[in-house]
């Protein structure tokens, strides 16, 4: 059975930077596309990028293009989630989520097609 568990999450002020990780556990990592989204309080799940299989290829809302970088290593069984110059409009749960899929080159956005999902991680950053 497939267990994602994320850490990284905490307070910090605007402009600055997090990780977040996520580890796999119950299952081969590299045969799952992998994925972050977000839930800020109010708001709908929202895809924030995904990771092909082989780290390839990577996807990005326009929200986030450009200050948040997906990357993983598939001999450590983890997926990063590096967020600069946050905002507070970034505040949310953080999830990690795995696809599985036969494509070492595709990346996956609908939430509806990952198989598993973390519990979540906190991120709150303050004015």
């Known amino acids: 059975q497939v267990r994602l568990v994320e850490s990284g999450g905490g307070l910090i002020q605007a402009g600055g930077s997090l990780r977040l990780s996520c580890l796999m556990s119950g299952a081969r990592f590299d045969s799952f596309v992998m994925g972050w989204f977000r839930r800020i309080p109010g708001k709908e799940r929202e895809i924030v990028a995904s990771?092909?299989?082989?780290?390839?290829?990577?996807y990005y809302p326009d929200s986030v293009k450009g200050r948040f970088t997906i990357s993983r290593e598939n001999g450590k069984n983890t997926v990063y989630l590096q967020m600069n110059t946050l905002q507070p409009e970034a505040t949310a749960t953080y999830y990690c989520?795995?696809?599985?899929?036969?494509?070492?080159?595709?990346?996956?956005?609908?939430?509806?097609?990952?198989?598993?999902w973390g519990q979540g991680t906190e991120v709150t950053v303050s004015s």
């Open positions: 989520a795995a696809h599985r899929h036969d494509s070492s080159y595709t990346i996956t956005q609908p939430a509806r097609c990952y198989d598993a």
């Open positions: 990771i092909s299989r082989n780290g390839v290829n990577q």
